[in-house]
């Protein structure tokens, strides 16, 4: 089914946009993060799009960001979670907070969410916890060159994980290593690990 959708954003509203691609106008339900980092009208959007089809319907949910998209999918799993439900729950909180309230077994904070009562708010944390492992509680700002991303790519293939090599290359860089070449910034790194 339909999986990316590129074209002309034809109106754009907080649950709803519409993309001509190949002169066809796409209807597609958005969340309100979504929503808040399209552009203009008239301007070219690309959207990840997730196509949910029923006996009676053929629905596509379009993110600007492929996490969201799979937190969305996350969230269908859960029982009693549908497509339209699942983008009011990544309209009423920020992934990064949701993720962390769903780690950190918060219900009560995912109860402060429009559509969401105690009981699936319990089934989200129960059936959602353990996997949710693969989304961080804050975006990783990303390597500002490509020196920079060789280096964390080394320190990765060393067996560091990605956010203790991050904060190393972090620690290097403000120690003057950025400028440097790449053998300079990766000791760099290594000494700041060791510490």
Do not use: C, W
Not at 25 to 43: C, Q, R
Not at 80 to 107: Q, R, Y
Not at 153 to 168: F, K, M, P, T
């Amino acid at each position: 089914m339909i999986a990316h959708l590129r074209g002309r954003l034809i109106a754009k509203h907080p649950n709803q946009a519409i993309v001509e691609a190949g002169g066809v106008g796409y209807d597609v339900a958005i969340s309100v993060p979504t929503f808040s980092e399209l552009p203009g009208t008239g301007a070219e959007v690309a959207l990840h799009i997730h196509t949910h089809v029923r006996e009676d319907q053929l629905a596509l949910f379009g993110f600007v960001r492929a996490e969201e998209k799979q937190l969305f999918e996350k969230l269908l799993g859960v029982s009693g979670i549908g497509p339209k439900l699942a983008i009011t729950i990544l309209s009423g909180m920020a992934a990064p907070e949701m993720v962390a309230a769903i780690k950190g077994n918060n219900v009560a904070k995912l109860t402060r969410i429009p559509g969401i009562g105690k009981k699936t708010a319990e089934r989200m944390v129960l059936e959602l916890r353990d996997k949710l492992e693969n989304f961080g509680t804050a975006p990783s700002a990303p390597p500002a060159s490509p020196v920079e991303e060789d280096v964390l790519s080394a320190l990765v293939n060393l067996g560091y994980q990605r956010s203790v090599a991050e904060r190393a290359l972090a620690v290097a860089a403000k120690n003057g290593g950025a400028a440097g070449p790449f053998d300079t910034l990766f000791r760099e790194a290594l000494a700041a690990l060791s510490k």
